[in-house]
């Protein structure tokens, strides 16, 4: 089966500190990944998406980056934390030309900046 | 391009009296429609999914969602709510092709009170 697992649950961090949230997709190959960003009150922001190994594409300027280093993998970095990062982060996946499954989500991140 | 709009960001309801979400969606071609449920400190969940056929699309949980071509919309309802279905519900739709891009609405916070 496809199962989705992504770490840690939650976290706490001081600003400034570096960040590194992974992901990773079991039970399917070479699916299209996807972080998302919920802050406090407000709906889901999409931050990236990848359709490969090392093909990131970034829809929101910002402090963080993302990585595909291998195909069911996905991590998102930040080298700086900012108050601003403090959020719930969500990866989601796809599988390209099966548009009626639609996304499925892992459990999600609580980041705090402190 | 598409968009989705959930017309309303908080819904507080009486338990096990009626519900509806409203979603309306922008889309100059057919898409795929979904709605998922958020739970707190979740990920999503998918509650249902209209891709062709019957316009009244049953899920999970006893909701129900019509889709309704000339108004561009696809409103979700349930008979009778519970405590357990407060959460945050998202309209979705996704255009022609690939399963790249998932457009979400803003979200709908449902809290059902005793």
């Known amino acids: 089966s496809q199962t989705i697992h992504q770490w840690p649950a939650t976290l706490v961090q001081p600003v400034g500190s570096p960040l590194s949230l992974e992901c990773t997709v079991e039970?399917?190959?070479?699916?299209?990944l996807y972080w998302y960003r919920q802050a406090a009150g407000r709906g889901l922001q999409l931050l990236f998406y990848?359709?490969?190994?090392?093909?990131i594409s970034s829809e929101v300027p910002q402090n963080l980056s993302a990585s595909r280093p291998q195909d069911r993998q996905f991590i998102l970095s930040s080298k700086k934390l900012l108050l601003s990062d403090s959020g719930f982060y969500l990866c989601?996946?796809?599988?390209?030309?099966?548009?009626?499954?639609?996304?499925?989500f892992g459990s999600g991140t609580r980041l705090t900046v402190v | 391009a598409q968009s989705v709009t959930q017309l309303d960001s908080q819904v507080p309801v009486f338990e096990e009296a009626p519900v509806e979400l409203r979603c309306n969606y922008s889309s100059s071609v057919s898409v795929y429609l979904f709605w998922y449920v958020q739970y707190p400190n979740q990920g999503l969940q998918l509650l249902l999914k209209?891709?062709?056929?019957?316009?009244l699309v049953k899920g999970i949980n006893g909701f129900e969602a019509e889709f309704n071509k000339s108004q561009t919309s696809f409103h979700l309802r349930k008979p009778s709510v519970h405590i357990s279905d407060t959460a945050e519900y998202f309209c979705?739709?996704?255009?022609?092709?690939?399963?790249?891009?998932?457009?979400f609405g803003s979200g709908t916070q449902l809290t059902v009170l005793p």
């Open positions: 209209y891709l062709s056929g019957s316009t």
């Open positions: 990848s359709v490969g190994i090392g093909q």
């Open positions: 979705a739709v996704t255009p022609p092709g690939s399963a790249r891009q998932l457009t």
């Open positions: 989601a996946w796809s599988v390209e030309g099966q548009r009626a499954y639609g996304y499925t």
């Open positions: 039970g399917t190959s070479n699916p299209n």
